[in-house]
């Protein structure tokens, strides 16, 4: 069966600092990846997707990017990090491209 | 451009009662995927059922079943027989169906609360 990761699974770092968040995904092949970020009480927002090694699309203009560099780990990085970043950053995966499967998330604070 | 709109902040339900949480959808594309998703107090997201746009009979996966109206643009979930495990927030999500369509818009969320 498929399982995804990520780590950590919470983060305070200090305005201006470097962010590196990591997904894996286990059990399949090729799938497509994306990050999400869910300000406080409300839904999710699609940051970044990625149909394959070395591809990303990015959704929204802002201070984060990503990367690909294996089929199956996928990585949200930015070098300085603001307030306005705190948020829970989901990873998720699919495969038929209907549903997506969500990883456990990693709740960020910049203070 | 498609837009969700989850009406209702919060819900409660007595347990074993059945409970409707309401979802409607704008979108300019003919075919299009519809979904909801739970997402507990530990934040996970679990995605609970799909619809699609062509498909002609509602969805269902056990206690979770999606009340469909496309001419009303609606997606409904029902939960019938509330336990108090379903108590988390609840969100419907929906996606045009085609190559390269890959975003999933979201709704801001219904937090439901089971009542022992």
């Known amino acids: ?111 | 451009a498609q837009k969700i709109t989850q009406t209702q902040p919060g819900m409660f339900v007595q347990e074993k009662e059945a409970v409707t949480l309401d979802c409607t959808y704008d979108t300019s594309d003919q075919s299009y995927g519809l979904f909801w998703y739970k997402q507990p107090s530990s934040g996970e997201m679990i995605f609970l059922i799909y619809q699609g746009s062509y498909d002609e009979q509602n969805a269902t996966e056990g206690r979770y079943s999606l009340n469909f109206q496309k001419a009303r643009k609606s997606a409904n979930l029902v939960i019938s027989a509330s336990q108090l495990g379903d108590s988390a927030m609840y969100f419907c999500a929906m996606r045009p169906l085609g190559a390269g369509s890959y975003q999933l818009t979201f709704g801001k969320g219904t937090k439901l609360s089971v009542i022992p």
């Open chain 1, 1 to 111: 069966s498929q399982t995804i990761h990520q780590w950590p699974a919470t983060l305070v770092q200090p305005v201006g600092s470097p962010l590196s968040l990591e997904c894996t995904v286990e059990g399949t092949s090729n799938p497509n990846l994306y990050w999400y970020r869910q300000a406080a009480g409300r839904g999710l927002q699609l940051l970044f997707y990625s149909v394959g090694i070395g591809q990303i699309s990015s959704e929204v203009p802002q201070n984060l990017s990503a990367s690909r560099p294996q089929d199956r780990q996928f990585i949200l990085s930015s070098k300085k990090l603001l307030l306005s970043d705190s948020g829970f950053y989901l990873c998720a995966w699919s495969v038929t491209g209907n549903e997506q499967f969500f990883g456990p998330g990693t709740r960020l604070t910049v203070l």
